[in-house]
């Protein structure tokens, strides 16, 4: 098992470009979310999915843009890229308890991302 | 709004000693509460806290929920340079199928 993959690991853009960061898992989970981590504020969650075709705004979505046309994969896209979207980014996938909420999360590995 | 607040956000000790981590959580439809060491990358799980009052226990690490109070601690004993890295808790939510993390508290265990 792979775990859940990410690429780029780091990635340089300018204001203004788009970019899509990759995430994969292959533990069949149903729940992939997305958070940024920015110094002294934890994570953030951008965007979610419970399921493949279901995706759902997270805390911070503004400028994010994601789709799950499969189970594994979970691409997030950023749309005309800002100096405020600098951060790490993280995936993460997990099962779902009962009604719907994700417990134990495992995380790729990152994205750190500098906009100029 | 859902929020959890870790204190301290930044701790300083000498190898050897007892450390104790807080985590106070006010959200909606609550589940459980999670446990994540960060070191240079990314978090891995340590604890899932569903029941008040259960202590959970990995070698020198321990945790405990307390449902009332709305909130939970992590000890680590008997402290390694190995541990220093930033913990984090989350709180996983029932029905908005999320986890809210805290800010996170960055542990320096000095040798």
């Known amino acids: 098992n792979a775990g859940v993959t990410q690429t780029p690991k780091f990635q340089v853009l300018k204001t203004g470009q788009s970019m899509t960061l990759q995430c994969a898992q292959d533990?069949?989970?149903?729940?992939m979310s997305w958070y940024r981590q920015d110094p002294g504020m934890g994570l953030r969650l951008i965007h979610y999915?419970?399921?493949?075709?279901?995706?759902d705004q997270g805390e911070v979505p503004n400028g994010y843009n994601v789709s799950r046309s499969t189970t594994e994969d979970f691409p997030l896209r950023l749309l005309s890229a800002a100096p405020s979207q600098t951060s790490v980014y993280f995936c993460?996938?997990?099962?779902?308890?009962?009604?719907?909420?994700?417990?134990?999360?495992?995380f790729g590995p990152g994205t750190r991302l500098t906009v100029t | 709004e859902d929020k959890v607040v870790q204190s301290p956000l930044s701790l300083v000790v000498h190898e050897g000693d007892t450390v104790t981590l807080n985590c106070s959580y006010e959200?909606?439809?609550?589940?459980?509460l999670l446990w994540y060491k960060q070191e240079k990358k990314a978090p891995t799980f340590l604890f899932m806290l569903?029941?008040?009052?259960i202590e959970k226990k990995s070698g020198r690490l321990s945790s405990i929920l307390d449902k009332k109070e709305l909130s939970s601690i992590l000890n680590i004993t008997a402290t390694q340079t190995g541990d220093s890295a930033i913990y984090l808790c989350?709180?996983?939510?029932?029905?908005?199928?999320?986890?809210?993390f805290g800010q996170g508290t960055r542990l320096t265990i000095n040798p």
């Open positions: 569903t029941s008040s009052g």
């Open positions: 989350a709180a996983s939510i029932q029905g908005a199928q999320k986890l809210v």
């Open positions: 999915s419970v399921g493949a075709g279901i995706t």
């Open positions: 993460a996938s997990s099962g779902l308890i009962g009604p719907g909420a994700p417990y134990e999360q495992y």
């Open positions: 959200v909606t439809n609550f589940r459980s």
């Open positions: 533990m069949n989970h149903e729940y």
